[in-house]
């Protein structure tokens, strides 16, 4: 046998998971090292390399709200089972007391309920979105330090055996299954750290030097502080069972613009697929784009409020336009903002020739 004594390269990525990580990357902005997690866990999976006898992944996600946790988990589902609705939402923050946890699990025989209450974590709950391609649960405990000492404790064995013995003893299997769990913990910390260097809620001058780039040892700052409130806030025993903790920083300048311009083309895409028999297109200045940035976005709640802004702004009075026939199919309509009147002004520009836009 030769010896050719040629390298090898473990850092290249399989046709799916290159597909996986191409997707990820359009639909979640800023958070490399998580879509980079979720990629090689994906990949592993698909080699056959998963430990047998536990979930795919057990990932925690640390960080502020507004900073893409909850997001990059429904684009894991949409880039692979095709609906952010595969994702099996549980909300901690409704389970704070041991006797709620019969939502999950159902009520035991016996019990009053037995028979009406349908237990969220059900092996058919797990596998309702499989795909003929991709048979993977996507299972989410949201704000997962608002639970009960019971939930946490339930999720040992999901976390470590794969496995949930609901109320009536049969057996539920996670073995198929991402787990995801989400919290805030630490933000506050992170928040006085960067304060007032980040996004839209810093000086121009600020923004200008940031530009959402973060000083030399502030990222790594910002790991430990999310680590040490998760290990304050946790026992050994659960925080052994993850497999990554991740943890979101906040979002600077470069990627809210980046944010805003998917929001846009997302806009764009309901108008042509909602009413295609109304289809127009409009645009924004750089002054429209800069006052949705300053009224949807600011460090403490980094880019959660900014679709609600959009609606506000934008899809409510554009469709105002349309239901007035102001803006009519073929419409080319321009948004701007106008400083005087402090607000987003509409006018349009011109009109195209049907067809041309999609």
Same mark, same amino acid.
């Given at each position: ?208 030097? $940031? ?56 806009? $764009? ?90």
């Amino acid at each position: 046998m030769m010896n050719t004594n040629e390298y090898l390269n473990p850092m290249m990525m399989g046709a799916e998971a290159e597909a996986l990580h191409s997707s990820l990357n359009q639909r979640v902005v800023g958070q490399d090292d998580a879509i980079a997690q979720i990629v090689d866990i994906y990949q592993t999976y698909l080699a056959g390399m998963a430990s047998p006898g536990r979930p795919i992944g057990n990932l925690l996600f640390l960080g502020p709200t507004g900073t893409g946790k909850t997001r990059l988990v429904e684009a894991t589902a949409e880039s692979l089972a095709g609906d952010a609705k595969a994702v099996i939402k549980i909300d901690c923050a409704e389970f704070q007391h041991s006797h709620e946890i019969a939502k999950l699990i159902g009520s035991p025989p016996g019990y009053l309920g037995h028979r009406e209450t349908r237990p969220a974590l059900s092996q058919q709950a797990l596998e309702e979105h499989y795909t003929g391609k991709v048979k993977i649960s996507f299972v989410l405990f949201d704000e997962i330090e608002k639970a009960s000492d019971a939930l946490w404790n339930l999720m040992l064995g999901i976390l470590d055996k794969a496995t949930l013995t609901l109320g009536d003893n049969s057996k539920v299997d996670f073995s198929n299954c991402i787990i995801f769990m989400t919290s805030n913990l630490g933000a506050a910390e992170m928040e006085a750290l960067l304060r007032p260097k980040m996004g839209f809620a810093a000086s121009e001058i600020e923004r200008q030097n $940031q530009l959402g780039r973060l000083e030399p040892g502030v990222a790594e700052k910002i790991v430990d502080i999310g680590v040490a409130a998760a290990r304050r806030k946790f026992t050994p025993e659960f925080m052994n069972r993850i497999d990554k903790v991740l943890v979101f920083r906040p979002l600077g300048d470069t990627e809210l613009r980046r944010i805003l311009d998917i929001e846009l083309k997302l806009l $764009q895409n309901r108008i042509q697929t909602v009413s295609p028999e109304r289809l127009f297109v409009f645009s924004l200045t750089q002054s429209a784009k800069d006052y949705l940035l300053r009224e949807g976005t600011d460090l403490k709640y980094g880019a959660r409020k900014l679709k609600r802004t959009i609606e506000r702004a934008l899809v409510h009075p554009l469709s105002s336009l349309l239901a007035s026939d102001q803006v009519r199919a073929g419409d080319i309509v321009r948004v701007d903002y106008h400083s005087e009147l402090k607000r987003i002004v509409f006018a349009k520009e011109g009109t195209m020739v049907l067809g041309a836009a999609a």
